[in-house]
């Protein structure tokens, strides 16, 4: 028995009716993603809002807390980004029909590609990711996590330079010498000095990762809602 596929629509209302349909499924799938990145977000919010209050309550919590942290909130990140190159996907889709289709109704314009719907078809044949895993890293990185990175610098050389929050419990308000500093940023057997480079050289990546920005970044040069 010969299987038929489903008739395609014909006439102008049938396809407006499918493509109104199909604005809503890319519309869901879209929104999904988006709150599987807010989750992520969310985590690390929470995380690094656990470490502060355990590093910075007592002096007895030792700074490698806070190292700890940035390696959680990397991890967090890797998988965020992941996250978003798959959320891009849907929401390039979406942004097409939205500036291509809706928009020319609602105030037609003169100059429009007409290759948008050939785009999202072939999309739609050969679904691939857009964007590459780093860049993704780096626009998470720009958006949210620069903050989260740059706020457990600056607790943790708080805790390394301030005196009160050392287990001696010494009463000055601020190391009195670079040394002591260095003496508190030692990781069991590792010294201080090695810890303080590796975290100078990860921050540096840090910051060249988030300032870096491509001369074709899309559609956020412009200001666009969608994240």
Excluded at 11 to 40: K, P, Q
Excluded at 72 to 99: G, H, N, S
Aim: proline share 6%.
């Amino acid at each position: 028995m010969d299987i038929k596929p489903p008739p395609l629509p014909t006439t102008t209302g049938e396809i407006t009716n499918t493509l109104n349909h199909y604005y809503r499924g890319e519309l869901a799938r879209m929104t999904s993603w988006r709150d599987r990145i807010d989750r992520t977000s969310n985590w690390a919010i929470t995380v690094v809002a656990a470490l502060l209050s355990v590093s910075l309550s007592t002096p007895t919590s030792h700074h490698g807390v806070l190292l700890f942290g940035m390696m959680l909130i990397t991890l967090l990140l890797m998988i965020e980004a992941r996250r978003y190159r798959f959320f891009d996907v849907y929401r390039a889709r979406v942004r097409q029909l939205e500036r291509s289709y809706f928009a020319q109704i609602l105030m037609p314009e003169a100059e429009l590609n007409p290759d948008w719907a050939q785009s999202i078809a072939k999309s739609l044949r050969a679904p691939r990711l857009l964007l590459g895993y780093f860049e993704a890293m780096q626009r998470r990185l720009r958006r949210n996590y620069c903050w989260m990175y740059a706020i457990l610098l600056m607790a943790w050389i708080l805790k390394i330079s301030t005196p009160k929050l050392q287990a001696e419990g010494a009463s000055q308000e601020l190391a009195h010498s670079w040394s002591y500093i260095v003496d508190n940023a030692a990781l069991g057997p590792i010294p201080g000095w090695p810890v303080i480079a590796i975290v100078v050289i990860f921050y540096a990546v840090i910051l060249y990762g988030t300032l870096r920005r491509k001369l074709d970044d899309g559609d956020f040069p412009h200001g666009e809602a969608h994240v």
